[in-house]
């Protein structure tokens, strides 16, 4: 099938050619999606397909994202750079200081791809383009969520962030469309669609969409995202007792913290749990030395918890002189080994989940810690 288009429409002799205006400022991608749904994958397919654009990466810690060692040349306290001219950066305050980091640059870049956490709503990120500063020296290209075709779930909807994640994209990515039946993946879209009428929706594998179907694409308008943020705004209210008319505000507030890094030194041994956000908690929990094998497999078969939605962490084990990466998410997880980048060693894992109990997890994960082999901390 070829697709047709309407022809340009010409001037005449005496009429001078009309120009569209040709936008201006650093492009800008929000990248959300719920915990798990694949967005560092995304974001690693995107650094790896780059051919010749400047591409800065805002992400929360660098430890989740796990760059190709062979991409890196050099790394600073809150900065990576590549040698494909991309850039990572460490949002380690407040996402405004982080974009005019990216901006002042003595190299500019041509594009920025902003992630947030897989608890956060995407609209209060896409507010502080449209009011701040950055209003001029930024345009918005688009929101993208990434949905996890294994994993998401009516209970997911039940919650206001994933479905503030869904209504505010201009572009739902279909993950690990693989792991599911193709009936499975009709009945998401279907459900997807009753919520976001106007919403495209590509499927993918691990991320891997071309990229001129992700970036640059023009699908962001802001008149849309007020016209659904009064309309949200007057459904809170109205379901609200007028007694208590601040409902509305409750909605974004959750997502003002995405700005934050969790961990400047990636020791997590000041750093407190996350605040419960929807009854989802965060333990991070770190060892000085390695984790025993076996014990850590107990720990994944017999003891941890059901209501575990989301783990991560760079894993060292007694029996290997490997860097291992452990991915969960859901009831599947994934172990990878690398060559660790220098000589220091760490193991660091952090839980998401919900209604933890972070005393016995600590305690269970202490278990792991292979003997005389250092003590853990969290």
């Known amino acids: 099938m070829t697709a047709s288009a309407s022809p340009a429409p010409t001037a005449s002799p005496n009429e001078s050619p009309v120009m569209a205006p040709t936008p201006t400022g650093l492009p800008v991608t929000i990248l959300t999606g719920f915990l798990g749904a694949g967005k560092t994958t995304l974001l690693n397919h995107i650094l ?3 051919q010749g654009l400047k591409t800065a990466v805002l992400v929360n810690e660098f430890g989740e994202i796990g760059i190709d060692n062979d991409l890196i040349v050099a790394t600073g306290d809150d900065m990576v750079e590549l040698s494909n ?3 990572c950066c460490s ?6 200081e982080a974009v005019y980091r990216i901006l002042d640059r003595h190299e500019p870049v041509e594009y920025l791809v902003v992630e947030t956490t897989g608890l956060a709503d995407p609209l209060p990120v896409a507010m502080t383009f449209l009011g701040s500063d950055l209003r001029d020296a930024t345009r918005l290209d688009s929101i993208i969520t990434l949905v996890d075709a294994e994993n998401f779930s009516d209970e997911l909807l039940q919650g206001e962030v994933a479905r503030a994640q869904i209504v505010y994209s201009d572009m739902l990515l279909l993950n690990k469309c693989d792991l599911v039946a193709e009936e499975r993946l009709n009945a998401l879209e279907e459900q997807l669609r009753s919520i976001k009428t106007d919403a495209r929706i590509l499927r993918s594998v691990k991320g891997e969409v071309p990229l001129p179907l992700l970036l640059s694409v023009g699908l962001f308008e802001s008149d849309k995202i007020v016209a659904e943020q009064q309309r949200t705004a007057q459904e809170d209210h109205s379901a609200c007792d007028h007694e208590h008319g601040h409902c509305e505000h409750e909605h974004h507030h959750h997502a003002h913290d995405h700005g934050h890094s969790h961990a400047h030194d990636h020791s997590h041994a000041d750093h407190p749990d996350h605040a419960a956000i929807e009854g989802f908690t965060s333990l991070s929990f770190a060892a000085e030395g390695p984790f025993a094998l076996r014990k850590f497999q107990n720990f994944l ?22 860097r291992h990466v452990f991915h969960l998410a859901g009831k599947r997880f994934s172990i990878d080994d690398s060559d660790w980048p220098d000589a220091t060693r760490k193991n660091q894992i952090v839980l998401i989940g919900k209604n933890l109990d972070h005393d016995a997890l600590r305690r269970q994960l202490q278990v792991c810690v292979a003997e005389d082999s250092g003590k853990g901390f969290a």
């Open 48 to 50: 790896s397909n780059q």
């Open 85 to 87: 001219g991309c850039i």
């Open 91 to 96: 949002i380690n305050g407040e996402l405004l």
């Open 301 to 322: 078969d017999n003891q941890l918890p059901a209501e575990v939605f989301r783990a991560k962490g760079i894993l060292w084990f007694n029996e290997s002189e490997r």
